[in-house]
C-alpha cells in the first residue's frame, strides 16, 4: 500500500450516522436559518466557527454554546472522525510514556474531571456515554515484558501514580481468560473507559439543544480580513499553498466551505484532527504541525452476560507492539490498535488484522472464539510532542484545539474548558498551559515576525 501523502477531498475517517437535523442558529449578525432551521448557502455570522466536528471540535462548540456564545460547527458529517474508531480508553496512568510527564499532568486532570463531565453531558443530551470505571491490567508474557514492566512500575511510583504489582496467578485470579504464560502485571484501578461512539453521538445532541448550527460542507479556507489575504480579496478556494506573512492588522474571520457558504466569525477553532495543518489560507507561521497516524482496531462480540469474559482493559507488548483488549458493558471487545505512519491511508490490512488478532491471542486465547463483527482504521492527529496545542495562535481570532493523539477521547473534557476560557476572554487554564498553539518554532517566529 502506497502512502498518501495527500488528504483526501473528504475527511477519510468513517462517517456517522447523520445526526438529526440542526437546531436553529444563533447568528452574531447576518440571520442564517433558511426554511425549517437550517443554515442556508448564504453568508452567516458567528461569534464563534469550529472547523472540525469530531470529538474535539464537538466539546469546543458545545462549551461555547453553553457560555452564551453563537457558534457553529463546519464538517462534512460532524460525529465522524478518529472517535468512531477509537477504544475510549481514558489511560492516563496506562498510556504514560517516558518524556510526557507535562502530558501526564493533562492527562490526569482529564480522567478526574471525567466522572462530572460524563453527568454534564448526559443531563444535556439525555444520553449515556458508557462512562465506566472498569480499571486496566497490564501484563507482561515473558521474562523480558516482566522487567520492563517492572521498570514501568518504578517509574509510575517515582511519579506518584497509583498502580499495584501483582503475580502471573494474582492477574489469572482477576482475569481467568487471561493466558496461562502471563508473568506478571500492573493493576490500575484509575484508568476507566468511555464509548467514543456515544461520546459524539451525545455531543451532537448537546450541540443541537445549545442552538450550535451546523454547517454539513467542508471548510476549503480559512477567510483572513485586514491584510493580503482578506476576506473580501480572497480568490476561490485552492490547495493549501504559502500564504504571505501576515501584516500586523490580519486576524482570522471564518471560513469558505464548498458548499459555497462564507461564514464569518469572530473567532475561528481549527479542529480538523489530523486534517488540522492543511486548511488553505492559514498562514504557514501558524499552521499546525499536525500528521496521521493510522490505528487499525478489530471489534468483537464477547459471551451473553452471565459468562463472564473480561471484565477490565487488559494491555500488553507483544513483540514491541502494543496490543489492549477493551469490554464494554454492551458485549463489544475493542481489540487495537496498529500505528502506522502512510499518510491519510485508512485501509483496512489483512496484516493489520493477522497482527492484531496473534497477539490478542497470546494475551486471551479464547478470544480467536468470539464473533469478529467489524473492523476499522483512523487517524490519530499526530504533534512533535505527542501532545494537543490548544487555544490562541499569533493570528488574532484563530485558535487551535487539534493534534490530541492518541489521548483525544481522555482529553475531550479539558479541552472544552480550556477552549471555552480562552473564547471568553481568558487564559489557558493552568494544566493546560504548558500545550499553548503557540509552542512550536513557526509561530514564535511568525510572532516575532510581526512584532519585528
Ligand atoms: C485506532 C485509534 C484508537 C484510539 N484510541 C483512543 C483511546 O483509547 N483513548 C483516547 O483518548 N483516544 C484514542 N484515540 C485518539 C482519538 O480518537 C483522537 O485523538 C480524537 O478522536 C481526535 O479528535 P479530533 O476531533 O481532534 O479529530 P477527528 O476525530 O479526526 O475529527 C476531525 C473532524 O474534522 C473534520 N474535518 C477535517 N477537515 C475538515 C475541513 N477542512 N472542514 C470541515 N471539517 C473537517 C472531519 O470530518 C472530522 O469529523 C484513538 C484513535 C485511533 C485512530
Partial sequence: MQPRDTPPTQPPTPAAPPPAPPAAPQPAAAPAAGPAGAPRKADAAYDVLV????????????????????????????????????????????????GEEALLALNLAAAERYPAFAAELAEASGQDIGYRRCGALSVALDADDRAQLRELHAFQQRLGLSAEWLGGSECRRLEPMLAPGVRGGLRIDGDHQTDPRLLTAALVTACERAGVAFHRSLAVRLRVAGGPGAAGSSGPAGPAGPAGPAGTDERAAGA??????????????????????????????????????????????????????????????????????????????????????????TTVTAGGVYELLRDAHELLPGLTELPLVETGAGLRPGTPDNAPLLGPTALPGLHLATGHYRNGVL??????????????????????????????????QHREGRHA
Fill in 256 to 345: 469558505e466551505l464548498a458548499d459555497g457558504t462564507r461564514i464569518a466569525a469572530g473567532q475561528t477553532v481549527l479542529a480538523a484532527g489530523s486534517l488540522s495543518g492543511r486548511l488553505a489560507g492559514v498562514p504557514d507561521a501558524v499552521r499546525p504541525p499536525v500528521r496521521p497516524v493510522k490505528g487499525q482496531v478489530l471489534r468483537l462480540r464477547m459471551p451473553d452476560a452471565g459468562t463472564p469474559f473480561l471484565s477490565r482493559t487488559v494491555r500488553a507488548v507483544v513483540r514491541g507492539s502494543s496490543v489492549y483488549l477493551v469490554p464494554r458493558e454492551s458485549g463489544e471487545l475493542v481489540v487495537g490498535a496498529t500505528s502506522e505512519e502512510l499518510g491519510w491511508d
Fill in 51 to 98: 472547523v472540525g466536528g469530531g470529538v474535539i471540535g464537538l466539546v469546543t462548540a458545545w462549551q461555547a454554546a453553553r457560555r452564551g456564545l453563537a457558534t457553529a460547527v463546519a464538517d462534512p458529517a460532524p460525529g465522524g472522525g478518529a472517535a468512531q474508531v477509537a477504544a475510549g480508553m481514558l489511560a492516563a496512568v496506562t498510556e504514560l510514556h517516558y
Fill in 411 to 444: 482529553l475531550t473534557p479539558v479541552t472544552g474548558d480550556a477552549l471555552a476560557a480562552v473564547l471568553t476572554g481568558g487564559e489557558l487554564p493552568d494544566v493546560a498551559r504548558p500545550f499553548a498553539a503557540t509552542r512550536f518554532g513557526r509561530t514564535h
